[in-house]
């Protein structure tokens, strides 16, 4: 059956806003307990091949590019910050254990199971309470935390947080 735009129109009720969007997790730093985040900005996650360039199909003809393992893209979330700044100290706490931030450790990296955690975003539907999509990421940790800009200027303006994440694996639910 051709694609039509009168039959596509037809099949959406109506299209996922941009907009509303809840992350949860629970990191390592501050007893493990799980806190929601209000995340304004995100980049949801990509799907990326690493692959073999330029292959010989048979020795000879046309060289193909084969793809050999999922290669997980780096995501980006901009968060609004609570009141008190805990949100900045809890990612700053959380970076403290991925590498010893203050110094004092003799081998400074950890392992990967001391700080990396399944995290949750929730994509609300347009009435802002029903779940459109949920994703899952597994293994996840910020790999980023970009610098919140301040100022006196800025009196009626949120703080934000622009935080990357990596993760090993994700599922859509």
Known sequence: MPFT???????????????????????PSGGSELIRVRTESVSAPGIAFLSVDNYPYAGTGIALNIPYRYNPQEVNMIHTVDE????????RDWG????????????????????AVQMSLTMFKRNATDMAKMVI????????VEPIQLGWGQHDEIAR????????SFEVI
């Open 96 to 115: 403290n254990k991925i590498v010893d931030l203050d110094g004092g450790q003799k081998y400074a990296a950890y392992y990967l199971e001391d700080y």
């Open 5 to 27: 735009i009168d039959a596509w129109k037809g099949q959406v009720k109506e299209s996922m806003p941009a907009s509303m969007y809840e992350l949860a997790v629970a990191p």
């Open 161 to 168: 947080l622009s935080v990357s994440y990596r993760f090993t």
């Open 137 to 144: 990421f597994k293994e996840a940790f910020p790999m980023s």
């Open 84 to 91: 008190d700044g805990e949100l900045y100290k809890v990612f």
